[in-house]
C-alpha cells in the first residue's frame, strides 16, 4: 500500500491538492489516503471527509511518526513552509512542497542543504512547470533543438493590492527560467505606481545565461486574471494563454507561428480536461511525483529544491522594490 498523508487543509490545500489526491487514489491502485493534519481541527476534519483521508490530526510530527507515509504533500503558510520540510525531510519521508520553497534565498538554500544531508525525494509544486500548455510549448522547443530567443511572460491579476507580490510573482520568474533551460544571468526591474494603493506593476527585463533574453510583466490590479506566454525559437513563435483559476477568461490553447502560419492545440488536444486542477497542472505534479516514487525513479526526485534558488532569489528583489539582480 502507498500511503500519503497531507500537512496542511487550508483554502489551497482544498481547492486543487485535495481533489487532485482524491482523483489520484481513485483512479490507482494501491493507494491509502492515511492522514491530514492541520492546527485547526475542524479544518482537518473537513478535509478529511471531504476528499477520503482515513483520519486527521493537529500535530504533523505526530501524524507521520503514527503513519510512516510514503509521501506528504506539504501546504502550509510561506513562512512556515521551511521549518515543516526540513522536519518532514529529517523524518525520512519524501514531500511535495507548495511554493515558494522558503519564504527567502536562505531558507530555499536550506532546504537544498537538508535534502542533500537525508537525501530525500521531493518536488516543489510550481505547477506551471507542469501544465499541458507548457509541457507543449517546451516540446515545440525541443524539437526546434536550439534554446529560446525570446520569452515574455505576462501576469494578471484582478484586485490583488497586497504591498508584496512576490510570492505570486515567483510563479512567472520560475516558469521562464524553466522554459529557458537557463539560470538568470541578470534582471533589471521597473515598477509603476497603482493609484491609491500599495501594490505596483511590476516589470522585469532579463538575459539568461544561454542568452536568451525575457521579459515579465505583472499587474496586479489589472481587469482580467489572465497569465500568457510568447516564445521565439528558431523562426518559430509560440503562444499560450494559461488557466489562472476556476474560469479562465482566454482560450487556454496553444498556437505556433510559422512563416505566416498558425497552427493550433486546443485544450482538447492537449488534454487538459475541464477542472481547474488539472488544467492548471496540479494534479500532473502530484500525480507524476508519486508515480516516481512508486517506480524506485528516486533519482529525478533530487534537484527541485535546487532548481528554485534562483526564482526565489529574484522574487526578494522584487519584494524590496530592487532596480537591479546581478547572479
Same mark, same amino acid.
Request: with cysteine; net charge negative.
Given at each position: ?27 490507482? /491502485?494501491?493507494?491509502?489516503?492515511? *492522514? ?46 521551511? *521549518? ?20 527567502? *534565498? ?20 510550481? +505547477? ?54 537557463a539560470d538568470y544571468a541578470q534582471a533589471d526591474f521597473s515598477y509603476r505606481a497603482i493609484a491609491g494603493q500599495k501594490a505596483v506593476d511590476i516589470f522585469m527585463d532579463a538575459r539568461m545565461e544561454n542568452g536568451c533574453i525575457a521579459r515579465i510583466d505583472i499587474c496586479p490590479g489589472a481587469g ?8 521565439? /525559437? ?17 482560450? /487556454? ?37 508519486? +508515480?516516481?516514487?512508486?517506480?524506485? +525513479? ?7 529544491? /535546487? ?21
Amino acid at each position: 500500500m502507498f500511503k500519503i498523508c497531507m500537512v496542511g487543509c487550508g483554502e489551497h490545500a482544498s481547492r486543487v491538492h485535495g481533489p487532485s489526491l482524491r482523483r489520484y487514489a481513485g483512479e490507482e /491502485a494501491g493507494v491509502e489516503l492515511a *492522514a491530514c493534519c492541520d492546527i485547526d481541527c475542524a479544518a482537518a476534519e473537513r478535509f478529511a471527509a471531504a476528499f477520503g483521508f482515513a483520519r486527521c490530526d493537529t500535530d504533523y510530527r505526530e501524524m507521520l511518526r503514527r503513519e510512516k507515509p510514503d509521501a506528504a504533500v506539504v501546504v502550509v503558510p510561506v513562512p512556515l513552509s521551511c *521549518a515543516i520540510a526540513c522536519d518532514v525531510m529529517r523524518m525520512g519521508v519524501p514531500l511535495m512542497l507548495e511554493k515558494p520553497p522558503g519564504a527567502n *534565498a536562505e531558507e530555499a538554500r536550506r532546504l537544498v542543504q537538508v535534502q542533500q544531508e537525508t537525501g530525500v525525494p521531493h518536488r516543489v509544486a510550481f +505547477n506551471r512547470r507542469y501544465m499541458p500548455q507548457l509541457r507543449k510549448v517546451e516540446d515545440l522547443m525541443r524539437q526546434c533543438g536550439r534554446p529560446p530567443e525570446y520569452i515574455h511572460y505576462t501576469m494578471y491579476r484582478v484586485r490583488r493590492f497586497e504591498e508584496d507580490f512576490s510570492t505570486t510573482a515567483v510563479h512567472a520568474i520560475d516558469a521562464v527560467r524553466y522554459l529557458a533551460g537557463a539560470d538568470y544571468a541578470q534582471a533589471d526591474f521597473s515598477y509603476r505606481a497603482i493609484a491609491g494603493q500599495k501594490a505596483v506593476d511590476i516589470f522585469m527585463d532579463a538575459r539568461m545565461e544561454n542568452g536568451c533574453i525575457a521579459r515579465i510583466d505583472i499587474c496586479p490590479g489589472a481587469g482580467l486574471l489572465a497569465e500568457t506566454l510568447t516564445v521565439s /525559437a528558431d523562426g518559430s513563435t509560440f503562444f499560450a494563454a494559461l488557466p489562472t483559476g476556476e474560469r479562465w477568461l482566454l482560450p /487556454a490553447g496553444v498556437s505556433r507561428f510559422e512563416a505566416g502560419k498558425r497552427t493550433e492545440w486546443t485544450m482538447e488536444a492537449l488534454g487538459m480536461g475541464d477542472t481547474f486542477y488539472e488544467a492548471g497542472g496540479f494534479y500532473a505534479e502530484g500525480a507524476t511525483f508519486f +508515480n516516481e516514487l512508486r517506480a524506485g +525513479n528516486k533519482e529525478c526526485l533530487m534537484t527541485d529544491f /535546487a532548481s528554485s534558488v534562483q526564482p526565489v532569489e529574484v522574487s526578494q528583489y522584487i519584494a524590496r522594490r530592487d532596480t537591479a539582480y546581478r547572479k
